[in-house]
Each structure stands twice: as structure tokens, then as C-alpha cells.
């Protein structure tokens, strides 16, 4: 089977490559707006893959595949409050790309990663099957940039029910591959570990999900290996979410975090989203996913510290 890989530099995408090599009956063809960085990755982490090759996209529709995975995406909320338009031509293009693809080669399958932020701004409470997005229509702001372009292409896929397309809405996602330069709680509170500073943050509670990397990948490979055309989203969960505060305390304990309550009310250009986990489940998925976000922080925080992982009850 060969693998088609758009935005092979991204976040998700290191964490397939790296599961990928145990996969002798795959080869994979890789595409990045700057493909020496991904050679970076690779020779940063000693990796050798025989069938493999990286390109940009001029070359991607030479190829033939079994199968595309679109992880293009500006993910980073700071880089969404600046980027514009480019939110919507980071989904558009590639996505059109994989789609003309696919229209022209209907077995093969498309895989895009999409968000959980196609539900709109209302999270106060864990969102479920049937959960109404609402936007203002007439108030868009940056925040809601990113959200309504991973709808549009969510619904373009479902206008294709022809072709086997499926958009994991990954709603947080975590690993030793996470770019430190990113502004996210946990890259702000590694940074604060680091660099011996206190990690400052308000009162309000939230609670987040992360996905370990491994259950990403065996969810991946379990609707790869379907012999019927699937076109829908799913949302994709771990055994169980996990708090800021959680979050905090599991830092203090295991590497000596130092933190402070203040009354900022700062909040994320993307909107408060104060529960942003799923209830909307799936028996196969409940079949796969073995590890809860505090498993996921502990292997993946552990990588990075140099550590062995906080203490699990």
C-alpha cells in the first residue's frame, strides 16, 4: 500500500511517520512545503526508510496511491489570529488537491484530519451527536476562521458520498513531537518547567482530551484496512479527559512546576472553550482507544523532560 502524506511536517503527521516504520507492507509518499524539513525530522530522530520519498506538491499528482492523509492545518490559535485568509487557503488548496485525486481514482481512500471546532463556540459542556454549532453570522472574527473552513470541508466531503473520505475531528493532541515554539497550555507549561518559571494562569477551570499518538495510529489502521467505502467524520476521544488543574497538579508533582493563580481573563483567540472533548462515540472507536490523556501525558511529557513519567494511581 502506498501512503500519501500532505503536510508531512505537521504535529500529527511526525507521530504516523515515526508508527509507520514498523509497517513493512507500506511505503509512503511525502509532501511538505518545505521537504527539507521533514529530512531534518527523520535524520534528527535516525530514521531510515526504505519506498519512501519526499517532495513538494508539484509532484504529487505524478503518484499513485492507496491512500491520502491530509494533516495540512494551522493549528497554533496565535498563528490563527494573524494568518487571514491563509486559514482558508490552508484547508482549501490541499484539500482540493486530494479531492481531484480521489474523483479521478475512486478507490482510493482519503483520510483529512479535521477539528473539533467544527462545533461552533459553545462549549460549556461536552459536545454529542446532537450538538447544534452556532456562529454570528455577522460578527465573524479570526476565531471563527478556522472553524468554519473545517466545516466547509467537511461538508464538501459529505456531498461525495460516493468516495471513501473520513474526517477524524481531533479535538486535542499531544506528543513528544509538539513544537515548543506553539502557544498551547502544555507547551506553555513544558516551557515553564524549563525554564524554571512560574507558569501563571487565572481560575477558571477546563477540561481537554489528548488522544495518545498510539491510539491515533491504530484507529488510522483499522479503518485503512476497510473493504467498504466509509464517508463520514468521526470524533475521536480517549478513554477519559482530563482538567486544567489535573493538569497542573500532575506537573507540580512530578517536575517541580511552580504556578500561580491570577485574575487574568485572557482568553484564547479561538473563544473559551471551557469543556472541548466529545461524547459523540463510536463502538469501534471504544474498541481501540486504551489510554486516557493523563496516559498520553505521562509517555509524551516524560520524552521531553527526560523523565519516567509521573505516578500513576
Not at 493538569?247 to 517541580?256: A, C, D, N, P, R
Not at 479561538?270 to 469501534?284: F, M, P, V
Amino acid at each position: 500500500m502506498n501512503i500519501a502524506i500532505l503536510g508531512a511536517n505537521s504535529h500529527i503527521a511526525k507521530n504516523l511517520l515515526i508508527r509507520f516504520i514498523s509497517q513493512n507492507e507500506i511505503s509512503l509518499s511525502l509532501f511538505a512545503r518545505n521537504p527539507i524539513s521533514v529530512s531534518n525530522f527523520f535524520n534528527e530522530n535516525k530514521i531510515t526508510i526504505p519506498g519512501y520519498e519526499i517532495s513538494d506538491y508539484s509532484k504529487f499528482t505524478a503518484g499513485f496511491y492507496d491512500a491520502i492523509f491530509n494533516c495540512v492545518g494551522i493549528a497554533d490559535p496565535l498563528k490563527q489570529k494573524t494568518a487571514g485568509i491563509q486559514v482558508f487557503q490552508a484547508t482549501e488548496i490541499y484539500d482540493n488537491m486530494a479531492l481531484k485525486y480521489i474523483m479521478e481514482h475512486p478507490e482510493t481512500k482519503y483520510i483529512n484530519f479535521s477539528s473539533g471546532a467544527v462545533y461552533g463556540t459553545s462549549f460549556s459542556e461536552p459536545v454529542n451527536r446532537e450538538t447544534i454549532a452556532e456562529y454570528k453570522v455577522n460578527e465573524l472574527t479570526a476565531g471563527d476562521f478556522y472553524r468554519v473552513a473545517k466545516l466547509n470541508s467537511e461538508a464538501k466531503h459529505r456531498s461525495l458520498q460516493g468516495l471513501s473520505i473520513i474526517d477524524f475531528r481531533i479535538f486535542s493532541f499531544f506528543s513528544r513531537y509538539i513544537d515548543l515554539h506553539t502557544n498551547f497550555l502544555l507547551t506553555e507549561i513544558i516551557n515553564c518547567i524549563k525554564k524554571d518559571e512560574v507558569f501563571k494562569t487565572n481560575e477558571i477551570d477546563i477540561v481537554r482530551d489528548y488522544i495518545h499518538p498510539d491510539d491515533l495510529f491504530e484507529i488510522i489502521m483499522f479503518y485503512l484496512e476497510q473493504t467498504v467505502r466509509i464517508n463520514n467524520a468521526i470524533d475521536i476521544y480517549s478513554k477519559h479527559p482530563i482538567t486544567k488543574f489535573e493538569i497542573i497538579s500532575l506537573f507540580e508533582h512530578k517536575y517541580g512546576l511552580k504556578f500561580e493563580i491570577t485574575n487574568s481573563d485572557t482568553v484564547s483567540v479561538t473563544g473559551l472553550k471551557k469543556i472541548y472533548y466529545s461524547q459523540n462515540e463510536s463502538s469501534d472507536i471504544d474498541k481501540i482507544v486504551k489510554n486516557t490523556s493523563r496516559n498520553c501525558l505521562d509517555s509524551e511529557t516524560a520524552f521531553i523532560l527526560g523523565n519516567k513519567g509521573f505516578k500513576l494511581d
